[in-house]
């Protein structure tokens, strides 16, 4: 057992956000908190004192493309359809291409560390050699993940990448590779979306999902150009059902991500099943796109819902920049439709419980949960002006750096940057 000393902001397992001082968290051999109590020099006369720092969850990303790593920030003035076409897809080629995704792979790794992101789902690109190298850094790094190669066989959007039979040999490929690993790190099932899959892939894929349990990530209903390409094919089924007819809706084990145009079907479906929507406040809002997302639509249909930054089509992988976008985002477009709006608070939950939940026991500082959290050194500016509580907190989520994340900790162990020769 170790014992650390601490002042922690953490979601509680009932939702409510809550600022303790000066406690004694008790980690077990397994990495898992086993208590937390008032410090007492009596009961505790070892301890590893921390409480010179602010201690909070560590985040949870949902949504990211390795591949996108180098074009954060590229081509914004594109409308969508062209910013796919001219950036994306470019990039993707080029990160297919070895030695470029072992560059990419290992910068992107050391990026999340950086960022205090210590679980993450990740999209990679329709090579499984670059899906099973970003498995092995992250089995070294010691951060959790669950790693796809991404799916593509139909020429709905771009021209086929690949053949519905070479598609099935690498998913298979990455499933056998992921199985030898520790349970950090496994395999997901990524189709890239409805529009770049035929039906026999998406049937297939459901039933590898199935057949081994794995989690299944995939784009939904980004906006109105790509529900219409699902109508056009599928009629006026809804795009959630699609999914759930192939076996790809999983009730807590499917990722769907974005739901721009979702219609109400969509959330019927999703909450029927535990679906977990993943929001990306940011994905593509320099673009001239289709369409604003209503995130209050999701809120009144209960759905659950998490968050992902996307990368490329965002700007940053910042999660605490993120976390002041969502809220703006949200305030906005709430306001214009007479909607829910999120407070920062909501976006804080979302970022640690909601997402941490998608793991397992993370996300949250409480007994039973995993020892995965950040430690923000803030001394320099306590020094000159002392914040309390969840101000603390706030003055480092709106100004903050990431350089003043000094530790990291995940499943209780403490984590290095992994690949310091790329950090130079």
Request: proline share 4%; net charge negative.
């Amino acid at each position: 057992m170790v014992n650390y000393l601490c002042s922690y902001v953490t979601c509680n397992n009932e939702g409510v956000i809550e600022y303790h001082e000066n406690k004694v968290i008790e980690v077990d051999e397994q990495g898992i908190i086993y208590s937390i109590n008032p410090f007492d020099e009596r009961r505790y006369n070892e301890v590893i004192d921390l409480s010179k720092y602010l201690m909070i969850p560590s985040i949870i990303d949902l949504h990211l493309h390795v591949s996108q790593l180098d074009i954060i920030g590229q081509g914004y003035d594109n409308t969508l359809d062209d910013w796919f076409s001219n950036i994306l897809y470019p990039a993707e080629l080029y990160y297919d291409r070895y030695p470029n995704f072992i560059n990419i792979n290992r910068r992107f790794t050391n990026e999340l560390w950086r960022c205090g992101i210590l679980l993450s789902s990740v999209f990679c690109s329709i090579n499984v050699d670059s899906a099973i190298d970003l498995m092995n850094c992250f089995e070294e790094s010691g951060m959790s993940a669950y790693i796809g190669k991404m799916n593509a066989d139909y020429p709905g959007f771009n021209k086929p990448r690949e053949t519905i039979e070479e598609s099935l040999a690498a998913t298979k490929k990455l499933i056998n590779y992921g199985f030898k690993l520790s349970n950090r790190v496994q395999p997901a099932i990524t189709p890239e979306f409805v529009p770049s899959c035929t039906e026999e892939l998406l049937i297939s894929l459901g039933n590898l999902a199935n057949e081994y349990d794995l989690v299944v990530q995939t784009h939904f209903a980004e906006g109105e150009f790509d529900y219409k390409m699902v109508r056009e094919r599928f009629g006026d089924r809804s795009y959630a059902d699609i999914y759930r007819e192939y076996g790809l809706i999983r009730p807590n084990k499917t990722l769907l991500v974005h739901g721009v145009s979702s219609t109400d079907e969509d959330l019927k479906i999703m909450v029927e099943n535990n679906i977990k929507l993943v929001h990306c406040p940011t994905a593509l809002s320099d673009n001239p796109s289709d369409q604003n997302i209503r995130i209050d639509r999701f809120i009144e249909h209960g759905i659950d819902i998490g968050y992902g930054s996307d990368i490329g089509g965002s700007g940053t992988i910042n999660p605490f920049q993120n976390m002041i976008a969502m809220l703006r985002y949200s305030n906005i477009v709430g306001v214009e439709n007479n909607g829910s709006n999120l407070t920062i608070w909501d976006c804080f939950r979302i970022m640690t419980k909601e997402n941490g939940s998608f793991f397992g026991q993370y996300g949250v500082i409480e007994p039973g949960y995993s020892f995965s959290v950040l430690l923000i050194d803030d001394s320099r500016l306590q020094k000159h002006c002392v914040k309390k509580g969840k101000d603390r907190l706030l003055r480092f989520i709106y100004s903050g750096t990431n350089d003043q994340l000094r530790y990291r900790f995940h499943n209780g162990k403490e984590l290095r940057i992994p690949f310091p020769e790329y950090d130079k």
